[in-house]
């Protein structure tokens, strides 16, 4: 994603598509932008928060790693199109520009290890489906 969007953002500061201002300026560009960026960041983060989990071996270390895996793999997807989009129909490519290979290595995340899908019904429906299982363990309680 981190790849996409600094790409993306340098053609929209530097592409003016036959108008007199780069198209950054344009309010779609801009959201589309402001948009993926934090998508990155909450990915990031969520990211960062299941490692220290499993660093720690904190309750929810599992948990929280299903939900980055999940979350990440199909954010990914989500971003990198909504970027190509802010490119157009060049993020097609292949040879000048590198979303149409970052979309295709995206597509394969959320069906690596064992499928979204598969992690959702094995590892978060089987956790809350549990007698024990605590909905606030997850929370940063420090």
Not at 8 to 22: K, M, N
Not at 43 to 53: D, E, K, P
Request: aromatic content about 6%; overall charge negative.
């Amino acid at each position: 994603m981190r790849a996409a969007f600094e790409h993306s953002l340098h053609f929209a500061r530097t592409e003016r598509r036959g108008g007199i201002v780069p198209i950054i300026e344009h309010q779609a560009v801009g959201y589309a932008l402001v948009d993926a960026k934090i998508a990155i960041e909450a990915t990031r983060s969520l990211a960062w928060r299941a490692s220290a989990a499993i660093d720690a071996r904190h309750p929810a270390a599992a948990e929280l790693a299903n939900h980055s895996k999940i979350f990440g793999s199909e954010t990914a997807v989500r971003v990198i199109t909504d970027l190509m989009r802010v490119v157009g129909i060049d993020s097609y490519d292949d040879e000048n520009d590198p979303l149409n290979g970052l979309l295709q290595d995206a597509l394969a995340l959320p069906i690596f290890a064992g499928g979204n899908m598969g992690v959702r019904r094995r590892g978060l429906h089987a956790m809350l489906a549990s007698p024990g299982y605590d909905p606030l363990a997850a929370l940063d309680r420090s």
